[in-house]
């Protein structure tokens, strides 16, 4: 494990651990004291890179990740690698730049928001789903969940009435992470008898949700009233 000394330059960390030199660059903290950063694993003396990949430091997930790749090339001890990424996320979180903050909750007098205005309620499905709201589908496997969630993509897109209720017309983005164009022309031709909206836009394209990715998803979503990411599992980064 790593003793906690380190060379800063330029925003790049370097530890030397006397089996490896790690490379730490374009480190930052999110909201919930998650540090985010590429790394990079050298053999010690030498200009052979053994790993290099960009992701959560402090996910033990993605530290395992990275010492196998570094054993596969080295021929090492996954479990040393990993206990010097350790001590990499140990000595950063030690770092005042990148110390966890404390956060203290603020209370505020409930009559303050009993005062205020209240808000018009918008729905993009009446009395159903709620414009700005996040939902999840759950069900066991194959019982139709994804064929459901698209065909409420189709009805929000076009006006029309889901599950016997209204909708309010809208751009709708969808992510379809799980099923190939095939599948889904076959669904969208029989749901929609060949006349599709023409404000109903699609990725199938592999992606992960994160705070560094996060910025440009908004912008891809922005103006969007519904969004949909079908699974979410394979979008999402899972952290310990």
């Known amino acids: 494990m790593t003793k906690g000394k380190y060379v800063s330059d330029n925003s790049t ?5 006397g089996a490896h030199e790690i490379r730490v660059s374009n ?16 053999v010690s003396e030498s200009e052979g890179v053994l790993a290099l990949d960009r992701g959560e430091l402090t996910s033990a997930a993605f530290r ?3 010492a196998s790749y570094t054993a596969q090339r ?6 040393a690698v990993e206990n010097e990424l350790t001590g990499v996320v140990i000595a950063l979180q030690h770092d005042p730049d990148f110390a966890p903050k404390s956060r203290v909750p603020t209370l505020k007098p409930i009559g303050e928001l009993m005062d205020a205005e209240q808000a018009v309620e918008r729905h993009v499905v009446h009395q159903l789903l709620e414009n700005g709201a996040f939902y999840g589908l759950a069900a066991k496997p194959k019982l139709g969940k994804s064929i459901l969630a698209l065909n409420l993509c189709l009805a929000v897109a076009s006006g029309h009435e889901w599950l016997g209720r209204p909708t309010t017309k809208g751009d709708v983005v969808a992510f379809l992470l799980e099923d190939s164009e095939r599948t889904i022309q076959r669904r969208v031709r029989r749901m929609t008898g060949g006349i599709f909206p023409q404000n109903f836009e699609y990725s199938t394209d592999p992606f992960s949700l994160t705070s560094e990715t996060y910025p440009e998803m908004v912008k891809l979503c922005t103006g969007a009233s519904l969004i949909l990411c079908d699974p979410i599992i394979q979008a999402s980064t899972i952290s310990d």
């Not at 480190?27 to 050298?42: A, E, L, M, S």
């Not at 080295?74 to 479990?79: A, Q, R």
């Open 64 to 66: 395992a990740r990275v």
């Open 13 to 17: 960390f370097t530890f030397d651990t």
């Open 74 to 79: 080295n021929s090492g001890d996954t479990f």
């Open 27 to 42: 480190v930052h903290v999110d909201r919930y004291n998650r540090i985010f950063g590429q790394i990079q694993i050298t």
